[in-house]
């Protein structure tokens, strides 16, 4: 079976191919024939095209004008033409999958596109403005040049759709309730794909373990798991809430917003502008929102950067201890995404945090790239795991077992 996945942002479309067996779904994941990515980040109107395939053939291409539709059929042909081809033919793809960020209340787990699905999608784009849009337009592109193939939305809210009222609803006025004013959360396809993957290295039934999932890229959040379930979530509402990020806050005093808006002539533009682009690891820093930067300057002396990084690990452990609350105890603490993946200081000033649980880094694991590797020292009580996130995959295998129910 021939699954095509797309993964739109704000600002690219990410795309992959993967061929998976009929019989069964491989124990890890394969890499995909082909992947290809348009990003719209650079000039105004410029698409940066770049396509490769497993067996090592690479094409990059910038196209001005032009419609973005037209910037993924020239994705997608890459697929049938030249040296990236490893298909003779589109309709030789049987499932498309997209990952779309929010399914609302409605949308529990993953679905077959339909004409319902997509006015959902559509209406709960005011929820997820940057996302929704990008993923609808990517349905409706496929739409346009496949034709009649099976579309699959993935929905990265889905996977908290478990999470009891008490920890979803927030304690303001009921109406809200009723309005939908609650935590849906995200990165859920990431947050489950972690959880199967850490039982599957722990060689334990996902049902028998308690984990806190730590996404850390970007954007970052924690999830609660437990027997295989998302019970509580740092995101909320919408992906602002929670831990400290690249360039936005997380949480902060509501009252702040009021303050703001009230005494400092902040439009709600601007509000928005400056939580979600200019606070976080940027915004204090001064520096950037890649912890690589931060990293960099702290060890150039820069104060500011230094501030940024306690903060980031204050706010880390505090949720953490949030996350454990719920669980009422920890099997593995799982690191993902890219600062979980790759920076051992993060993770050593985690996990030195809870050192109280015994729990225990091992060191020189910790600083040896590891991937899917437990890192506890034998003796820890708690394992720690570095996992890769594979939510490409983790979107083919769910559009894999939807055509095999
Ligand atoms: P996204 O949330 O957009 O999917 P990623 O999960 O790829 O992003 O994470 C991107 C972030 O990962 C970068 O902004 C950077 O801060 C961080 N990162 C990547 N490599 C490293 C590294 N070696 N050390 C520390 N942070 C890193």
Redesign the pocket.
Known sequence: MKILVLNAGSSSQKSCLYEIADEALPTQAPQPLWEGKVNWTQDHGVAEIEVKTATGAEVEKSISGESPEAHLAYMLNTLTNGATKVINQLSEIDLVGHRVVHGGQDYRESVVITEDVKKAIADLSNLAPEHNPAALSGIKAIENILGEVTQVAVFDTAFHSTIPDAAAIYPGPYEWVEQGIRRYGFHGISHQYCSARAAQILGKDLASLRLITCHL???CSLTAIKNGRSIDTTMGFTPLEGLMM?SRSGSIDPGILIHLLRYCNYSVEKLDSVLNKASGLRGISGVS????EV?KAIAQGNTRAKLAWDIYVHRLCSNIGAMLASLGGLDALVFT???GE??PEIRQAACEAFGFLRLKVDLKKNQQQPVDEDIATPDSEVRILVIHTQEDWAIAQQCWQLEKK
Not at 289 to 292: A, K, L, V
């Open positions: 890229g970007n954007g690249g929102s890649d912890m690589r990293t995404a890219g600062v790759n920076s």
